[in-house]
């Protein structure tokens, strides 16, 4: 173990963080100097820098398709982000996975990585594996709770002997030890079984606790009840007997069952994150989220601990739906999301598990399925109205070969390669001007409310409308009959401008078996002011783009045949008939994140 996380710390040229913030029994190292440096490097090299037990003495072939700065076990099939945290200066990620083969299985264990930046990651040996009654069928999603004295708790769903779903708890088993290798499953599991009511393979996925202002500890269960999708409230004083309150913290008819509940607090003004310790009076507001339907829900409201009662801003249920017009997340493939409150940065992050978007054959052939988006930082808009999202400030550690540009025009039906050479790994921010805006075109509102996915389905990237489609072609082929289009399309609606923002991944892949539905979603942004901002991350099979400055994000698996490695191409596009300008783009390769 020691040797794995020596070795990784040295390839990524971090001595400094390696001898600075090591604990003490690796700091010893240091003091040998240059010498010691050279056996390491020289020890690495010999070990291939072996990760865990399982991925000992093999050799991994790269794929184009496979990711190079997203998170990805080494192999094998990942799914729900599990428990994030920051502990004795060290994050710390846990997640779903199948050790046994690139699809789901439902005796999942509970994977685990270490960072110290959230970008660069060591696997260590698994955190929690199926091995009793309460678990003996699978150890599924669940959270990190701190009590007292910064004492982690890990509550997880277990699939026990019967196939129901139980709540159990697991503790470190050293905590003095900062990378958290050994944990204790309790001897008591499980300490929440599934209430009167409900069907027994319909109640897991325990949020984050946390405690109200009478000290005792609260915690929420996704499931499905009569009252429709719910999350399931619990109390108990000492983390161990837990009792159900009579009604769900939250619940709604018009959706299916809820997985990974999401419950946490936001500021009303500012940036930074806050747990619940500082999250209760004013100057707060909630955020309630869902999983359901393939797409993370969220509505904002009011919590009133002494009640035990969460009340939305958009009434009982409106914005859970299931359909593309409330409050998500991500508008693309983006699911089982969780936050934890870091509190080294004083931040909220947010980590999304990203799936396939080709065949269960594909994935076997592959070796590996899914991958985690990567960290954003999450807060309240100004307007009160949407949570805003951004890539964590640590991606830029990877930007390489900067290409910018100002106050380019991009006449009608036009197109412009930007950065030149290969983009398969890229992250671009350009802002557009938008003089003609008054010339927008009018959609047909006869029938209601708009749905923007089925906008963007009918209006894709090569549509000639007036004021777009305009924004990127990225995984681009050099004749760009292969490309994944991220565009903006103002139109007018009711009596005023509408921000219509698309992924379009009809020309992504020659290959037939691939997905691609488009994805679509409108952005929050009064178009008067006349200029709108797009960031696009590409990483070989995965676009992630955030529009309007974070305020709408859209996550897209595409898998190119003709645009891979040093083959694919990034462009900017104009295919309405009025001139947009680039006022400003700023490009960069990518290098490769270290994930050993």
Request: charged share 20%.
């Amino acid at each position: 173990m020691e040797a794995r996380i020596v070795c990784m710390f040295f390839e990524m040229n971090t001595t400094n963080l390696l001898f600075d913030k090591m604990p003490p029994k690796r700091l010893e190292i240091g003091k040998y100097g240059l010498v010691v440096s050279f056996v390491i490097l020289l020890t690495c090299n010999r070990i291939g820098f072996v990760v865990s037990h399982e991925y000992a003495n093999e050799v991994h072939t790269p794929q184009v398709q496979r990711t190079s700065y997203h998170f990805q076990p080494l192999k094998n099939w990942m799914n729900d982000p599990n428990g994030p945290m920051f502990y004795k200066g060290i994050y710390h990620f846990f997640y779903q996975h199948n050790p046994n083969g690139a699809v789901f299985n439902s005796k999942m264990v509970w994977a685990h990585s270490i960072s110290y930046d959230l970008i660069n990651w060591v696997h260590l040996n698994h955190a929690l594996e199926p091995t009793d009654p309460f678990d003996i069928n699978g150890c599924w999603s669940g959270s990190v709770s701190f009590l007292p004295e910064n004492k982690p708790r890990i509550l997880y769903t277990g699939i026990d002997s019967s196939s129901q779903q139980v709540q159990n708890l697991a503790i470190p088993a050293n905590y003095s030890d900062p990378f958290l290798e050994k944990w204790r499953k309790f001897s008591q599991n499980p300490i929440i079984a599934p209430p009167d009511g409900l069907e027994r393979n319909r109640f897991r996925d325990p949020t984050t606790a946390w405690q109200g202002p009478d000290g005792e500890w609260r915690v929420a269960i996704g499931g499905q009840t009569s009252y429709g999708g719910a999350a399931m409230l619990y109390r108990s004083e000492d983390f161990v007997r837990w009792h159900q309150f009579r009604f769900p913290l939250y619940s709604s008819q018009d959706s299916g069952t809820w997985e990974c509940p999401d419950f946490y607090p936001v500021m009303l003004n500012g940036t930074n994150g806050i747990g619940f310790s500082s999250g209760f009076g004013v100057g707060v507001k909630y955020v309630m989220k869902a999983s359901f339907n393939s797409s993370d829900h969220y509505t904002l409201g009011s919590y009133v601990p002494e009640k035990e009662k969460f009340t939305s801003d958009y009434g009982p249920g409106f914005d859970f739906k299931g359909i593309n017009l409330g409050l998500r997340y991500d508008y693309g493939k983006f699911y089982a999301s969780k936050t934890f409150y870091d509190s080294s940065q004083k931040r909220r992050i947010l980590w999304g598990w990203v799936n396939e978007s080709d065949s269960r054959q594909d994935d076997i052939n592959k070796g590996w399925s899914g991958l985690q988006a990567i960290p954003r930082k999450i807060w309240l808009s100004k307007t009160g109205r949407q949570l805003i999202q951004w890539p964590v400030k640590e991606i830029k550690m990877l930007r390489r070969n900067h290409f910018s540009l100002h106050h380019k025009e991009l006449r009608g039906r036009s197109t412009m390669e930007v950065l030149g050479g290969s983009a398969s790994q890229v992250d671009v921010e350009v802002s557009f001007e938008l003089p003609y805006l008054e010339e927008a075109e009018s959609v047909d509102t006869r029938w209601g409310v708009l749905d923007p996915q089925v906008l963007c389905s009918k209006r894709d990237a090569s549509v000639n409308g007036r004021v777009g489609p305009f924004g990127l072609l990225v995984l681009a082929s050099n004749d760009l009959s292969e490309h994944t289009a991220i565009y903006f399309h103002i139109l007018k609606a009711h009596n005023r401008y509408v921000v219509l923002m698309c992924s379009d991944q009809s020309r992504s892949s020659f290959r037939k078996e691939v997905d691609k539905t488009a994805h679509g979603a409108f952005v929050d942004i009064d178009p008067c002011y006349k200029k709108i901002s797009l960031r696009t991350l590409v990483d070989h099979s995965i676009v992630e783009s955030f529009g309007g400055k974070g305020k709408t994000c859209i996550t897209s698996r595409v898998y190119p045949t003709l645009a891979v490695n040093n083959n694919a191409r990034l462009y900017a596009f104009n295919n309405g008939t009025q001139t947009v300008v680039i006022s400003s783009l700023k490009a960069w390769n990518m290098s490769n994140a270290e994930i050993k």
